[in-house]
């Protein structure tokens, strides 16, 4: 007489399986994608503005993650006082940019910096300099805000109220310029 083979119950497999599948679906991270904030500026179908060369400060980065400014090679640590003293010209010199006077609530009539900082870099540079630049540039503008905050105020730009925060901006703009990646050579 032939043995019968007895038969393995399965009925469960289906919900242990299911069971997994919640558990690392509910246990995995998901890696939430990080980067720069910016403001676009809004497209138009006029030509941009006249902008005279005394007033852009003209950062470059080649392939070697090498750091130029108005042409000569400067060191990452130095990008930051260059940029500050560009945005404040405070002894209005004739090679770094003009000021306009413009009526800003609450401090009147003031002068205000006509300068824009453009940033090129090439295509090879890597990230992580690009970020480094980037990172100098807005704290150059960060810190010029601050010593104005703290000169009008006796507070520092963040401290201070948002419709006194937006004063200052408007009291010491600190516009950077980015250009798309192109080839600079290295």
């Known amino acids: 007489m032939a043995r019968k083979l007895a038969e393995v119950n399965a009925s469960s497999v289906a919900d242990i399986a299911f069971l997994l599948l919640i558990f690392f679906l509910v246990a995995t991270t998901m890696d939430v994608d990080s980067g720069l904030y910016r403001k676009l500026s809004p497209t138009s179908d006029q030509p941009p503005p006249e902008i005279k060369e005394r007033n852009v400060l003209v950062v470059l980065v080649n392939s070697n993650d090498q750091l130029m400014v108005e042409g000569e090679e400067v060191q990452l640590s130095s990008l930051r006082s260059k940029a500050k003293d560009f945005l404040q010209n ?55 805000k601050d010593e104005f905050s703290m000169d009008h105020f006796g507070k520092k730009y963040k401290e201070l109220p948002n419709h006194l925060q937006q004063a200052v901006k408007q009291a010491v703009p600190a516009v950077i310029s980015e250009s798309e990646p192109m080839h600079i050579g290295g």
């Open 90 to 144: 405070k002894h209005n010199k004739e090679n770094l940019p003009e000021k306009r006077i413009d009526n800003v609530d609450p401090f009147g009539n003031i002068e205000v910096t006509k300068g824009i900082i453009s940033l090129k870099n090439d295509r090879a540079t890597s990230y992580e300099m690009f970020i480094s630049v980037m990172n100098e540039l807005i704290a150059a503008g960060n810190e010029v």
